[in-house]
């Protein structure tokens, strides 16, 4: 289970504040590259489990928020579309290992794009490229 509050929208070719900015309570399987939101993980053998949302991660930004003034084992999620959400895991090391899954799928789906099935070659290969712009602007 997480608690989720969505903060930031993106509407009309601008970032706005959430108009219903209250915490809402989902149980929340990631399945590829795509966040699904539940009401609830109990359901019946006949019947298939409907998610209430969906949340496309490809190009995610995820981290920590260990500074939240009310809550604990906060991490915020801000999606390539501009949408931001805050999302509260039950404890430490679910915290951990939903940033972790989370930041695993970008990889994942960045190397997957870019045709190499090596996810750290790839990476190490982009640090490259960005320490060598960084020593030609310095």
């Not at 706005?16 to 053998?45: D, H, M, N």
């Not at 809550?71 to 679910?94: C, H, I, K, N, W």
Request: hydrophobic letters at 40%; charged letters at 25%.
């Amino acid at each position: 289970w997480l608690s989720v509050k969505n903060w930031l929208v993106h509407k009309k070719r601008k970032v706005e504040p959430a108009p219903r900015r209250t915490w809402r309570q989902y149980w929340v399987c990631l399945k590829g590259s795509v966040l699904l939101f539940y009401k609830s993980c109990e359901q019946e053998p006949a019947e298939k489990p409907v998610a209430r949302h969906s949340l496309i991660i490809e190009g995610c930004i995820v981290q920590a928020l260990p500074e939240h003034p009310k809550r604990e084992y906060v991490f915020s999620l801000s999606t390539a579309f501009g949408d931001a959400f805050m999302l509260q895991a039950p404890d430490g090391a679910e915290l951990d290992s939903w940033v972790t899954a989370l930041h695993t799928a970008c990889a994942s789906l960045f190397a997957r794009q870019h045709g190499k099935s090596d996810t750290v070659k790839l990476l190490k290969s982009e640090i490259a490229k960005l320490e060598c712009s960084i020593d030609l602007v310095s």
